[in-house]
């Protein structure tokens, strides 16, 4: 299989690049208010679990298990290269992240995406997430979908 995934740092030229394509998708699709994208620095702390999922070496793919200190904790900055989209790159990071949280003990994932995100939504179903009210300091936000999954 040429597609690996494992724990990276995210400071790095290729991760650099997917942020940068993934801040441009939201601001495409949703106005600055409704985007919670998060920084490098925040991705760098040590309450952070960062995956990097590469094709043949290349940097493809990326998502952060970010935990909340309660138990929880929150996918961030889950983003598929577009020229690699098909290759199931999304389902093994998630698949990566949630080995994770089990190792972790967490009792639940939560997620905030835009409804907007067909593709992501779809992917958070399949993988038994639901809908929640917002959670965290996340307010309403008639452009955003709040989904947990609860853990063993």
């Known amino acids: 299989m040429s ?3 494992a724990q990276e740092p995210p400071r790095q030229e290729g991760v650099i690049r997917l942020l940068d394509l993934s801040d441009a998708y939201a601001q495409s699709l949703y106005p600055a208010e409704s985007n919670h994208l998060v920084d ?3 991705l ?3 309450s952070v679990s960062f995956f990097v999922a590469r ?7 990326c998502c952060a298990l970010v935990e909340a200190g309660d ?3 929150e996918i961030k900055r889950m983003f598929v290269d577009p020229q690699a989209r098909g290759l199931r790159i999304a389902s093994g990071l998630m698949t990566a992240l949630e080995a994770v949280a089990r190792e972790k003990r967490l009792m639940a994932i939560r997620l905030e ?3 907007y995100q067909p593709e992501a939504i779809a992917l958070y179903g399949k993988y038994g997430y639901r809908e929640i009210e917002a959670f965290g ?5 008639p452009l955003s ?3 947990e999954k609860r853990l063993g």
């Open 145 to 147: 979908l709040f989904m």
């Open 44 to 46: 760098e702390k040590p």
């Open 40 to 42: 490098l620095s925040l």
């Open 71 to 73: 138990g929880t904790a």
């Open 3 to 5: 597609v690996t995934i």
């Open 113 to 115: 995406t835009g409804i």
């Open 55 to 61: 094709n043949h070496g290349a940097i493809v793919g």
């Open 137 to 141: 300091a996340y307010l309403p936000d």
